[in-house]
Protein backbone atom coordinates (compact mmCIF):
# COMPACT_ATOMS: atom_id res chain seq x y z
CA UNK A 1 0.00 0.00 0.00
CA UNK A 2 1.46 3.60 -0.92
CA UNK A 3 1.07 6.37 1.68
CA UNK A 4 -0.90 9.63 0.56
CA UNK A 5 1.09 12.30 0.74
CA UNK A 6 -0.53 15.43 1.89
CA UNK A 7 -1.59 18.13 -0.23
CA UNK A 8 0.00 21.50 -1.25
CA UNK A 9 -2.43 24.00 -1.16
CA UNK A 10 -1.11 27.25 -3.27
CA UNK A 11 -3.70 30.20 -1.83
CA UNK A 12 -4.60 33.48 -4.11
CA UNK A 13 -4.92 36.86 -2.58
CA UNK A 14 -9.00 37.02 -2.28
CA UNK A 15 -8.95 33.47 -0.44
CA UNK A 16 -7.47 35.55 2.56
CA UNK A 17 -8.97 38.75 2.07
CA UNK A 18 -12.52 36.80 2.52
CA UNK A 19 -11.29 34.82 5.30
CA UNK A 20 -7.87 35.92 7.02
CA UNK A 21 -8.13 32.46 9.19
CA UNK A 22 -8.25 30.10 6.05
CA UNK A 23 -4.78 28.53 6.30
CA UNK A 24 -6.46 26.36 9.48
CA UNK A 25 -9.37 25.10 7.26
CA UNK A 26 -6.93 22.76 4.99
CA UNK A 27 -6.66 19.88 7.82
CA UNK A 28 -3.17 17.86 7.38
CA UNK A 29 -2.57 19.89 4.26
CA UNK A 30 0.13 22.42 3.39
CA UNK A 31 -0.66 25.50 2.65
CA UNK A 32 2.21 27.90 0.25
CA UNK A 33 1.52 31.57 0.31
CA UNK A 34 3.52 33.24 -3.18
CA UNK A 35 5.23 36.29 -2.27
CA UNK A 36 3.17 37.94 -4.83
CA UNK A 37 0.34 37.47 -2.66
CA UNK A 38 2.07 39.36 0.53
CA UNK A 39 2.95 42.35 -2.12
CA UNK A 40 -0.87 42.47 -2.57
CA UNK A 41 -1.65 42.24 0.89
CA UNK A 42 0.55 44.87 1.35
CA UNK A 43 -1.90 47.28 -0.89
CA UNK A 44 -5.02 46.53 1.71
CA UNK A 45 -3.41 47.47 4.79
CA UNK A 46 -5.21 50.50 5.37
CA UNK A 47 -8.50 51.11 5.38
CA UNK A 48 -11.66 50.27 7.29
CA UNK A 49 -13.51 48.02 5.07
CA UNK A 50 -13.29 44.23 5.89
CA UNK A 51 -11.30 43.89 3.41
CA UNK A 52 -8.25 45.77 5.02
CA UNK A 53 -9.11 44.11 8.19
CA UNK A 54 -8.90 40.51 6.61
CA UNK A 55 -5.46 41.76 5.04
CA UNK A 56 -4.05 42.91 8.57
CA UNK A 57 -5.27 39.93 10.74
CA UNK A 58 -3.45 37.71 8.38
CA UNK A 59 -0.47 39.44 8.23
CA UNK A 60 -0.09 39.60 11.90
CA UNK A 61 -1.17 35.77 12.45
CA UNK A 62 1.76 35.05 9.75
CA UNK A 63 3.79 37.22 11.85
CA UNK A 64 3.04 35.15 15.47
CA UNK A 65 3.89 31.75 13.87
CA UNK A 66 7.48 30.75 15.57
CA UNK A 67 8.86 28.70 12.46
CA UNK A 68 10.49 29.44 9.55
CA UNK A 69 7.84 30.72 7.08
CA UNK A 70 10.64 30.96 4.46
CA UNK A 71 12.05 27.50 4.77
CA UNK A 72 11.11 24.96 2.61
CA UNK A 73 9.10 22.86 5.37
CA UNK A 74 8.01 25.59 6.57
CA UNK A 75 6.62 27.12 9.85
CA UNK A 76 3.81 24.07 11.77
CA UNK A 77 0.08 25.41 12.12
CA UNK A 78 -0.42 23.06 15.13
CA UNK A 79 -1.25 19.52 16.05
CA UNK A 80 -3.38 17.90 13.41
CA UNK A 81 -2.49 20.68 10.42
CA UNK A 82 0.08 20.87 7.92
CA UNK A 83 2.32 23.89 7.32
CA UNK A 84 2.94 27.08 6.17
CA UNK A 85 5.23 28.80 3.81
CA UNK A 86 5.96 31.62 1.79
CA UNK A 87 7.63 30.79 -1.58
CA UNK A 88 9.84 33.26 -3.29
CA UNK A 89 10.91 31.47 -6.52
CA UNK A 90 9.47 31.17 -9.92
CA UNK A 91 10.21 29.31 -12.87
CA UNK A 92 8.46 27.87 -16.51
CA UNK A 93 8.17 31.97 -17.04
CA UNK A 94 8.19 30.70 -21.09
CA UNK A 95 5.28 28.74 -20.96
CA UNK A 96 3.42 32.11 -19.23
CA UNK A 97 4.87 34.44 -21.23
CA UNK A 98 3.64 32.21 -24.54
CA UNK A 99 -0.01 31.61 -23.41
CA UNK A 100 -0.55 35.25 -21.62
CA UNK A 101 0.95 38.90 -22.71
CA UNK A 102 0.95 40.24 -19.67
CA UNK A 103 2.93 40.47 -16.56
CA UNK A 104 -0.14 40.62 -13.88
CA UNK A 105 -0.23 39.30 -10.20
CA UNK A 106 -2.36 36.35 -10.96
CA UNK A 107 0.46 35.45 -13.55
CA UNK A 108 2.88 35.59 -11.49
CA UNK A 109 1.09 33.52 -8.78
CA UNK A 110 0.84 30.56 -11.28
CA UNK A 111 4.08 30.70 -11.70
CA UNK A 112 5.09 29.80 -8.60
CA UNK A 113 2.20 27.53 -8.46
CA UNK A 114 3.90 26.20 -11.72
CA UNK A 115 7.12 25.77 -10.10
CA UNK A 116 6.27 24.23 -7.31
CA UNK A 117 4.46 21.45 -9.39
CA UNK A 118 7.50 20.84 -11.14
CA UNK A 119 9.33 20.42 -7.60
CA UNK A 120 6.91 18.88 -5.32
CA UNK A 121 5.99 16.39 -8.04
CA UNK A 122 4.59 13.56 -7.51
CA UNK A 123 3.00 14.96 -4.58
CA UNK A 124 -0.66 17.00 -5.81
CA UNK A 125 -0.46 21.05 -5.64
CA UNK A 126 -3.59 22.51 -5.52
CA UNK A 127 -4.27 26.77 -6.46
CA UNK A 128 -7.37 27.95 -4.19
CA UNK A 129 -9.10 31.07 -5.75
CA UNK A 130 -12.28 32.58 -5.36
CA UNK A 131 -11.41 34.02 -8.83
CA UNK A 132 -13.10 31.96 -11.38
CA UNK A 133 -11.09 33.38 -14.33
CA UNK A 134 -7.75 32.31 -12.63
CA UNK A 135 -9.13 28.93 -12.04
CA UNK A 136 -10.01 28.27 -15.98
CA UNK A 137 -6.29 29.60 -16.56
CA UNK A 138 -4.43 27.44 -13.99
CA UNK A 139 -6.81 24.89 -15.16
CA UNK A 140 -5.69 25.44 -18.54
CA UNK A 141 -1.84 24.70 -17.84
CA UNK A 142 -2.56 21.89 -16.17
CA UNK A 143 -3.15 22.88 -13.00
CA UNK A 144 -5.53 21.81 -10.11
CA UNK A 145 -7.99 24.59 -9.28
CA UNK A 146 -10.48 24.83 -6.82
CA UNK A 147 -12.80 27.00 -5.18
CA UNK A 148 -12.68 28.02 -1.13
CA UNK A 149 -15.34 26.15 0.25
CA UNK A 150 -14.90 26.49 3.92
CA UNK A 151 -17.91 28.50 4.34
CA UNK A 152 -20.17 27.68 1.89
CA UNK A 153 -23.65 26.01 2.76
CA UNK A 154 -24.35 22.71 1.84
CA UNK A 155 -26.54 23.23 -1.44
CA UNK A 156 -28.37 25.78 -2.60
CA UNK A 157 -31.20 23.43 -3.40
CA UNK A 158 -30.84 22.71 0.44
CA UNK A 159 -31.30 26.30 1.76
CA UNK A 160 -33.76 26.41 4.54
CA UNK A 161 -36.95 28.02 3.67
CA UNK A 162 -38.50 28.51 6.80
CA UNK A 163 -41.98 27.40 5.37
CA UNK A 164 -43.46 23.68 5.05
CA UNK A 165 -46.78 22.66 3.21
CA UNK A 166 -48.57 19.62 5.51
CA UNK A 167 -50.71 18.59 3.05
CA UNK A 168 -53.75 16.38 4.61
CA UNK A 169 -54.52 17.77 7.91
CA UNK A 170 -58.16 16.70 9.38
CA UNK A 171 -61.07 19.48 9.50
CA UNK A 172 -61.36 19.01 12.96
CA UNK A 173 -57.72 19.79 13.57
CA UNK A 174 -57.85 22.91 11.48
CA UNK A 175 -60.78 24.04 13.42
CA UNK A 176 -58.78 23.30 16.73
CA UNK A 177 -56.62 25.99 15.79
CA UNK A 178 -58.98 28.77 15.11
CA UNK A 179 -61.27 27.82 17.52
CA UNK A 180 -58.30 27.79 20.37
CA UNK A 181 -57.09 30.85 20.91
CA UNK A 182 -54.62 29.98 17.86
CA UNK A 183 -52.82 27.68 19.68
CA UNK A 184 -52.62 23.69 18.89
CA UNK A 185 -50.16 21.13 20.67
CA UNK A 186 -47.47 20.21 18.23
CA UNK A 187 -48.31 16.39 19.17
CA UNK A 188 -51.55 16.56 17.57
CA UNK A 189 -50.08 17.06 14.15
CA UNK A 190 -47.79 14.06 12.39
CA UNK A 191 -44.78 15.54 11.35
CA UNK A 192 -41.64 13.46 9.16
CA UNK A 193 -39.38 15.61 10.42
CA UNK A 194 -39.14 17.73 14.12
CA UNK A 195 -39.98 21.28 13.47
CA UNK A 196 -37.65 23.98 14.59
CA UNK A 197 -38.10 27.27 16.42
CA UNK A 198 -40.14 30.04 14.34
CA UNK A 199 -40.72 27.24 11.62
CA UNK A 200 -43.75 28.67 9.42
CA UNK A 201 -46.19 25.79 8.26
CA UNK A 202 -49.35 25.88 5.89
CA UNK A 203 -51.51 23.32 7.57
CA UNK A 204 -54.27 22.14 4.92
CA UNK A 205 -56.27 19.62 3.07
CA UNK A 206 -58.41 20.12 -0.10
CA UNK A 207 -60.85 22.65 1.67
CA UNK A 208 -59.87 24.15 4.56
CA UNK A 209 -56.31 25.56 5.68
CA UNK A 210 -54.38 27.21 8.54
CA UNK A 211 -51.49 29.50 8.74
CA UNK A 212 -49.14 28.53 11.78
CA UNK A 213 -45.86 28.91 13.58
CA UNK A 214 -44.37 26.80 15.80
CA UNK A 215 -43.16 27.84 19.19
CA UNK A 216 -40.35 26.11 20.61
CA UNK A 217 -41.38 27.36 24.18
CA UNK A 218 -44.53 24.88 25.00
CA UNK A 219 -44.07 22.96 21.62
CA UNK A 220 -46.80 24.44 19.88
CA UNK A 221 -48.43 25.68 17.09
CA UNK A 222 -49.81 29.31 16.86
CA UNK A 223 -52.19 30.40 14.17
CA UNK A 224 -50.71 33.91 12.19
CA UNK A 225 -53.46 35.91 11.09
CA UNK A 226 -53.23 38.68 8.61
CA UNK A 227 -51.97 41.78 9.83
CA UNK A 228 -51.64 45.38 8.59
CA UNK A 229 -48.56 46.97 9.41
CA UNK A 230 -48.14 51.14 8.47
CA UNK A 231 -50.29 50.61 5.02
CA UNK A 232 -48.89 47.48 4.14
CA UNK A 233 -50.77 44.53 4.29
CA UNK A 234 -49.39 41.05 3.11
CA UNK A 235 -50.59 39.52 0.40
CA UNK A 236 -49.85 36.00 0.40
CA UNK A 237 -48.71 33.29 3.20
CA UNK A 238 -45.13 33.86 3.23
CA UNK A 239 -45.54 37.70 3.63
CA UNK A 240 -48.25 36.92 6.55
CA UNK A 241 -45.22 34.93 8.03
CA UNK A 242 -42.56 37.62 7.52
CA UNK A 243 -44.72 39.98 9.26
CA UNK A 244 -45.02 38.20 12.37
CA UNK A 245 -41.57 37.18 12.55
CA UNK A 246 -41.07 41.39 12.40
CA UNK A 247 -43.50 41.97 14.70
CA UNK A 248 -42.13 39.59 17.43
CA UNK A 249 -40.19 41.06 19.72
CA UNK A 250 -39.34 37.82 21.46
CA UNK A 251 -37.10 37.29 17.64
CA UNK A 252 -34.14 39.46 17.43
CA UNK A 253 -32.63 38.24 14.28
CA UNK A 254 -34.90 38.13 10.97
CA UNK A 255 -33.60 37.05 7.52
CA UNK A 256 -35.76 37.43 4.34
CA UNK A 257 -35.18 35.95 1.14
CA UNK A 258 -36.61 36.24 -2.48
CA UNK A 259 -36.28 37.57 -5.59
CA UNK A 260 -37.16 41.67 -6.64
CA UNK A 261 -40.29 42.31 -6.02
CA UNK A 262 -41.47 40.05 -3.11
CA UNK A 263 -41.67 42.99 -0.89
CA UNK A 264 -38.78 41.61 1.14
CA UNK A 265 -37.83 45.62 2.12
CA UNK A 266 -40.95 47.01 1.91
CA UNK A 267 -41.88 44.68 4.93
CA UNK A 268 -39.06 45.03 6.86
CA UNK A 269 -39.56 48.55 6.81
CA UNK A 270 -43.54 48.68 7.37
CA UNK A 271 -43.00 46.81 10.59
CA UNK A 272 -40.16 48.86 11.59
CA UNK A 273 -42.50 52.00 11.32
CA UNK A 274 -45.20 50.06 12.94
CA UNK A 275 -43.31 49.28 15.79
CA UNK A 276 -41.21 52.80 15.78
CA UNK A 277 -42.14 53.45 19.90
CA UNK A 278 -40.51 50.38 21.00
CA UNK A 279 -37.01 51.44 19.59
CA UNK A 280 -34.33 54.12 19.35
CA UNK A 281 -33.95 54.64 16.37
CA UNK A 282 -35.06 52.49 12.89
CA UNK A 283 -31.88 52.58 10.68
CA UNK A 284 -31.88 51.42 6.77
CA UNK A 285 -28.56 50.55 5.99
CA UNK A 286 -26.99 48.48 2.97
CA UNK A 287 -23.48 47.58 1.42
CA UNK A 288 -22.49 50.30 -1.69
CA UNK A 289 -21.36 47.77 -4.91
CA UNK A 290 -20.94 49.88 -7.67
CA UNK A 291 -22.02 48.11 -10.84
CA UNK A 292 -20.26 47.76 -14.34
CA UNK A 293 -16.85 48.86 -12.71
CA UNK A 294 -18.24 52.29 -12.26
CA UNK A 295 -16.61 53.56 -9.04
CA UNK A 296 -18.08 56.15 -7.11
CA UNK A 297 -15.57 58.86 -8.49
CA UNK A 298 -17.35 58.53 -11.62
CA UNK A 299 -20.45 60.01 -9.97
CA UNK A 300 -20.87 64.04 -9.80
CA UNK A 301 -20.96 65.45 -6.95
CA UNK A 302 -19.44 64.90 -2.85
CA UNK A 303 -20.02 61.98 -1.05
CA UNK A 304 -23.55 62.24 0.01
CA UNK A 305 -24.41 62.94 -3.78
CA UNK A 306 -22.26 60.12 -4.95
CA UNK A 307 -23.79 57.62 -2.01
CA UNK A 308 -27.57 58.82 -3.43
CA UNK A 309 -28.06 56.78 -5.96
CA UNK A 310 -27.45 53.34 -3.89
CA UNK A 311 -29.66 54.18 -1.22
CA UNK A 312 -32.51 55.06 -3.43
CA UNK A 313 -34.38 52.22 -3.23
CA UNK A 314 -34.71 52.47 0.28
CA UNK A 315 -36.09 56.04 -0.62
CA UNK A 316 -38.18 54.12 -2.83
CA UNK A 317 -39.71 51.77 -0.38
CA UNK A 318 -40.54 54.50 2.07
CA UNK A 319 -42.55 56.69 -1.26
CA UNK A 320 -44.33 53.72 -1.27
CA UNK A 321 -45.29 53.55 1.92
CA UNK A 322 -46.37 57.17 2.39
CA UNK A 323 -48.44 57.12 -1.13
CA UNK A 324 -50.23 53.39 0.83
CA UNK A 325 -50.77 55.59 3.68
CA UNK A 326 -52.05 58.98 2.14
CA UNK A 327 -49.61 61.39 1.21
CA UNK A 328 -51.43 64.01 3.53
CA UNK A 329 -52.37 61.86 6.44
CA UNK A 330 -50.42 62.06 9.79
CA UNK A 331 -48.92 58.66 9.18
CA UNK A 332 -47.25 60.21 6.17
CA UNK A 333 -46.21 63.10 7.60
CA UNK A 334 -44.96 60.96 10.52
CA UNK A 335 -42.46 59.36 8.41
CA UNK A 336 -40.95 62.98 7.20
CA UNK A 337 -40.57 64.04 10.61
CA UNK A 338 -38.43 60.39 11.79
CA UNK A 339 -36.60 61.42 9.08
CA UNK A 340 -35.83 65.25 10.41
CA UNK A 341 -35.04 64.13 13.85
CA UNK A 342 -32.82 61.52 12.63
CA UNK A 343 -35.48 58.85 14.01
CA UNK A 344 -35.35 57.23 10.85
CA UNK A 345 -31.80 56.91 9.25
CA UNK A 346 -30.85 55.56 5.83
CA UNK A 347 -27.11 55.03 5.59
CA UNK A 348 -24.38 52.81 3.67
CA UNK A 349 -23.35 50.11 5.62
CA UNK A 350 -19.71 51.01 5.82
CA UNK A 351 -20.90 54.12 8.22
CA UNK A 352 -22.38 51.79 11.20
CA UNK A 353 -18.27 50.09 11.67
CA UNK A 354 -17.22 51.27 14.93
CA UNK A 355 -21.24 51.94 16.19
CA UNK A 356 -22.88 49.92 19.09
CA UNK A 357 -25.99 49.35 18.10
CA UNK A 358 -28.55 50.05 21.20
CA UNK A 359 -32.58 49.90 21.49
CA UNK A 360 -32.55 50.10 17.51
CA UNK A 361 -34.11 48.22 14.34
CA UNK A 362 -31.95 47.75 12.15
CA UNK A 363 -32.65 46.67 8.48
CA UNK A 364 -29.62 45.60 6.64
CA UNK A 365 -30.48 45.46 2.63
CA UNK A 366 -29.09 43.62 -0.30
CA UNK A 367 -27.21 41.63 2.12
CA UNK A 368 -26.50 38.31 -0.09
CA UNK A 369 -23.56 41.36 -1.08
CA UNK A 370 -21.72 40.57 2.26
CA UNK A 371 -19.28 38.13 3.39
CA UNK A 372 -19.66 35.79 6.18
CA UNK A 373 -17.68 37.65 8.32
CA UNK A 374 -19.30 41.22 7.66
CA UNK A 375 -22.67 39.79 8.60
CA UNK A 376 -20.72 38.26 12.11
CA UNK A 377 -19.35 41.65 12.33
CA UNK A 378 -22.86 43.57 12.05
CA UNK A 379 -24.92 40.95 14.63
CA UNK A 380 -21.90 41.04 17.01
CA UNK A 381 -22.88 44.96 17.16
CA UNK A 382 -26.29 44.76 18.95
CA UNK A 383 -26.54 45.90 21.89
CA UNK A 384 -29.73 45.03 24.21
CA UNK A 385 -33.33 45.26 22.65
CA UNK A 386 -32.02 45.82 18.95
CA UNK A 387 -33.84 43.81 16.66
CA UNK A 388 -32.11 43.05 13.16
CA UNK A 389 -33.09 42.04 9.67
CA UNK A 390 -31.61 41.34 6.80
CA UNK A 391 -32.45 41.04 3.17
CA UNK A 392 -31.35 39.39 0.19
CA UNK A 393 -32.08 37.73 -2.85
CA UNK A 394 -29.01 35.06 -2.48
CA UNK A 395 -29.61 34.44 -6.49
CA UNK A 396 -28.60 38.00 -7.51
CA UNK A 397 -24.58 38.31 -6.40
CA UNK A 398 -22.81 41.79 -7.66
CA UNK A 399 -19.81 40.98 -5.48
CA UNK A 400 -16.84 39.22 -7.87
CA UNK A 401 -15.73 36.62 -5.01
CA UNK A 402 -19.38 35.70 -3.41
CA UNK A 403 -21.52 33.20 -5.00
CA UNK A 404 -24.90 31.56 -3.91
CA UNK A 405 -23.63 29.15 -1.59
CA UNK A 406 -20.61 31.32 -0.29
CA UNK A 407 -22.25 34.79 0.55
CA UNK A 408 -23.29 36.02 4.38
CA UNK A 409 -27.00 35.69 3.99
CA UNK A 410 -26.70 31.77 2.83
CA UNK A 411 -24.30 31.90 5.54
CA UNK A 412 -26.23 33.18 8.44
CA UNK A 413 -29.65 31.43 7.35
CA UNK A 414 -28.18 27.59 7.13
CA UNK A 415 -25.98 29.05 10.70
CA UNK A 416 -28.94 29.91 12.47
CA UNK A 417 -31.67 28.14 11.53
CA UNK A 418 -33.47 26.71 14.58
CA UNK A 419 -32.41 28.86 16.75
CA UNK A 420 -35.27 30.68 19.22
CA UNK A 421 -34.34 34.55 18.51
CA UNK A 422 -34.04 33.78 15.05
CA UNK A 423 -36.42 33.22 12.30
CA UNK A 424 -36.56 33.13 8.78
CA UNK A 425 -38.69 33.32 5.54
CA UNK A 426 -38.32 32.76 2.07
CA UNK A 427 -40.75 34.82 0.15
CA UNK A 428 -41.52 33.22 -3.60
CA UNK A 429 -44.08 35.14 -5.24
CA UNK A 430 -43.73 38.18 -6.88
CA UNK A 431 -46.12 41.24 -5.82
CA UNK A 432 -44.57 43.91 -7.28
CA UNK A 433 -46.55 44.10 -11.04
CA UNK A 434 -48.09 41.59 -13.25
CA UNK A 435 -45.77 43.10 -15.93
CA UNK A 436 -42.25 42.35 -13.44
CA UNK A 437 -43.92 39.06 -12.66
CA UNK A 438 -44.33 38.40 -16.34
CA UNK A 439 -40.30 39.35 -16.94
CA UNK A 440 -38.83 37.51 -14.23
CA UNK A 441 -40.51 34.55 -15.81
CA UNK A 442 -39.65 34.97 -19.10
CA UNK A 443 -36.65 36.88 -19.58
Known sequence: MT????????????????????????????????????????????????????AREFLRRLDSLTGDVLSHDGSPLGQGLGSIRVVLGSGREALLEDAFLQDTPDHRILKTTLALQERES???VVIVSKDTNLRMKAKSLGIHAQDYKSDKVQG????????????GVDSETINHIYANGGILPAAEISLPQEPLAN????????????????????????????????????????QSFALKALMDDSI????????????????????ALECRQRYRQIML???????????????????????????????D???????????????????????????????????????SLQRMFFIVDEAQNLTPHEVKTIITRAGEGTKIVFTGDVAQIDQPYLDALSNGLSYLIHRMMGQPIYAHVTLEKGE??????????LL
Open 3 to 54: ETRPKLFVLDTNVILHDSGCIRNFEEHDVAIPITVLEELDQFKRGNEDIHFQ
Open 122 to 124: PRQ
Open 156 to 167: FDKLYTGRRIIE
Open 199 to 238: ENFVLRNGSKSALATYRLSDKSFVRVEKQTCYGITPRNAE
Open 252 to 271: KLVTLSGTAGTGKTLLALAA
Open 285 to 315: ARPVVPLSNRDLGFLPGDIADKLDPYMQPLY
Open 317 to 355: NLTVIRHQCGDDTQAAQRINDMRESEKLVITPLAYIRGR
Open 432 to 441: RSELADLASE
